[in-house]
Nanobody, 123 residues
Framework: QVQLVESGGGLVQAGGSLRLSCAAS????????MGWFRQALGKEREFVAAISWNGYITPYADSVKGRFTISRDNAKNTVYLQMNSLKPEDTAVYYC????????????????WGQGTQVTVSS
């Protein structure tokens, strides 16, 4: 089991930036891929970004390409999501997730999930 705690969400105006962090604890000695998903009110959870244990980045969701960047710092057991040029349609609860092994997936097939952090973008 890996415990995940997201932080960094909040309210921002359109065009602004936020950086989300996800700190992992517990079984952090094992290799695991990590991803970010989001879920807007009334919508299904959707893929945003993912990164392998050794730093290879899965192609971003089309809706965030060129604006969002995923990264990880294994020494700190933390994954980040830098979000720039935010749009109102980015408003959602953002979840980080961990998956045992090296390779992430764009589907919500992960072993552990964080509690989520709310991102609200005003127009």
């Amino acid at each position: 089991q890996v415990q995940l705690v997201e932080s960094g969400g909040g309210l921002v105006q359109a065009g602004g930036s936020l950086r989300l962090s996800c700190a992992a604890s517990g079984r952090t000695g094992s290799t695991y891929a990590m991803g970010w998903f989001r879920q807007a009110l009334g919508k299904e959870r959707e893929f945003v970004a993912a990164i392998s244990w050794n730093g290879y980045i899965t192609p971003y969701a089309d809706s965030v390409k060129g604006r969002f960047t995923i990264s990880r710092d294994n020494a700190k057991n933390t994954v980040y999501l830098q979000m720039n040029s935010l749009k109102p349609e980015d408003t959602a609860v953002y979840y980080c997730a961990a998956r045992t092994g090296m390779v992430p997936t764009t589907t919500p097939n992960y072993d552990d999930w964080g509690q989520g952090t709310q991102v609200t973008v005003s127009s």
